[in-house]
């Protein structure tokens, strides 16, 4: 499910995850651009603004080796999976 709604989003790159709790999207198509008057230059900036636009909890990459990611828990609800991605489809939008 967590695939298949991110997948709706235009720029996230998604892999599958073998075995994990979470997703790693690759979302460089979204560096250099400016959102809601943010401009996002890093995973890092992608990540602070998530969290700020759209209140959703997200980890850059840069921690695990791959500064072009950022890390996605589902070990949530169904519920609060799909707003979290609703609220995210919708501040890049």
Same mark, same amino acid.
């Given at each position: 499910?967590?695939?298949?709604?991110?997948? =709706?989003?235009?720029g996230?790159?998604? &892999?599958? #995850? %073998?075995?994990? $709790? !979470?997703?790693? #999207?690759?979302?460089?198509?979204?560096?250099?651009?400016?959102?809601?008057? +943010?401009?996002?230059?890093?995973? &890092?900036?992608?990540?602070?603004f998530?969290?700020? =636009?759209a &209140?959703v909890a997200?980890?850059t990459?840069?921690? $695990?080796? %791959? #500064? &072009?990611?950022? /890390?996605?828990s !589902?070990a %949530?609800?169904? =519920?609060?999976l +799909?707003?979290?991605? +609703? /609220?995210?489809?919708?501040?890049?939008?």
């Open positions: 499910m967590v695939l298949e709604l991110l997948g =709706e989003i235009d996230f790159k998604l &892999n599958i #995850p %073998a075995g994990a $709790f !979470y997703v790693f #999207p690759d979302v460089t198509a979204f560096f250099g651009k400016t959102i809601k008057g +943010k401009t996002i230059q890093t995973a &890092n900036d992608f990540s602070m998530l969290l700020e =636009e &209140n997200t980890v990459g840069e921690a $695990f080796g %791959a #500064p &072009n990611c950022v /890390r996605l !589902y %949530a609800s169904v =519920e609060q +799909k707003e979290a991605i +609703k /609220r995210i489809k919708e501040v890049l939008s």
